[in-house]
């Protein structure tokens, strides 16, 4: 109910035109990162409403590159390795001596898809 809770909330945030509220990078690094969150553990339905969430909002920061010329979409990439980077299981597979790096294959692969 919490993660439902928290969905909920991401959707709202996504589809909020309030630009006074936040930055454009902020609501940015947000919506290209916390998705990827349910790619791990959860519902096919929650992962499939993150999945969708994702590519709407890819869907409108290549809009918004189009529009204002600036590279959004490459921002929303480097927000997202920063996020990847950061996150401990990644740390874990990368300092192993060998991994295929299932975990945070699992969370890349949602991001990834929703570029495609």
């Given amino acids: 109910e919490e993660r439902q809770a928290l ?5 709202k945030l996504q589809k909020s035109t309030a630009t006074g509220r936040m ?4 609501r940015l690094r947000l919506c290209s990162t916390l998705p990827t ?4 553990g959860s519902s096919n339905q929650e ?3 993150a999945q ?3 590519k709407a909002s890819f869907a409108k920061v290549i809009q ?3 529009r204002r010329g600036e590279p959004l979409l490459d921002i929303a990439v480097a927000c997202f390795l920063h996020f990847l980077s950061r996150l ?7 300092s192993a001596s060998m991994s295929a790096f299932p975990s945070s ?4 692969s949602p991001f990834l898809e929703a570029l495609l």
């Fill in 47 to 49: 992962i499939d409403s």
């Fill in 23 to 26: 930055r454009l990078v902020d």
């Fill in 64 to 66: 918004l590159t189009t």
């Fill in 105 to 108: 294959s699992k969370i890349s």
């Fill in 52 to 54: 969708g969430m994702l």
């Fill in 37 to 40: 969150l349910f790619a791990v």
């Fill in 88 to 94: 401990d299981i990644f740390r874990i597979e990368a």
């Fill in 7 to 11: 969905l909920v909330s991401m959707a």
